[in-house]
């Protein structure tokens, strides 16, 4: 059974930072590209980040590059995600999902998916 569990989220002011983990279980963690997600409340998720399995390549929305950071540490079976400048609207929960096939920017392309964090940015 996969299990995702994702941490860090929380309260911060507008221009903060916070680095949220994604630590994985019941997979070859290092065989997986991964990927964050996010939802705010009446809105659909919507990509924010992505990795490929072996970190050679890195995908971000429009909306966060430049701002966030997404890595891997597979000897701890755990993805980050460092965001940096942060903004009222990146305001939503945050999830983190393996890939498993389709378009990488898709909920679709996704299998699995931790509970989620949620992250508040005050103005």
């Known amino acids: 059974q996969v299990l995702l569990v994702e941490s860090g989220g929380g309260l911060v002011q507008a221009g903060g930072s916070l680095r949220l983990s994604c630590t994985a279980s019941g997979l070859t963690f290092r065989s997986?590209?991964?990927?964050w997600f996010r939802?705010?409340?009446?809105?659909?998720?919507?990509f924010v980040a992505?990795?490929?399995w072996n970190g050679g390549?890195?995908?971000y929305a429009d909306s966060v590059k430049g701002r966030f950071t997404?890595?891997?540490?597979?000897?701890?079976?755990?993805?980050?995600?460092?965001?940096?400048?942060?903004k009222s609207?990146?305001?939503a929960v945050y999830y983190c999902a393996a890939y498993?096939?389709?378009?990488v920017t898709l909920p679709a392309g996704y299998k699995d998916w931790g509970q989620g964090t949620q992250v508040t940015v005050s103005s």
Do not use: C
């Open 39 to 46: 939802q705010a409340p009446g809105k659909e998720r919507n």
């Open 100 to 103: 498993r096939g389709g378009g």
């Open 32 to 35: 997986y590209s991964m990927a």
């Open 89 to 91: 609207e990146d305001t």
């Open 70 to 86: 997404i890595s891997r540490e597979d000897a701890k079976n755990t993805v980050y995600l460092q965001m940096n400048s942060l």
């Open 50 to 52: 992505a990795i490929t």
């Open 57 to 59: 390549s890195t995908y």
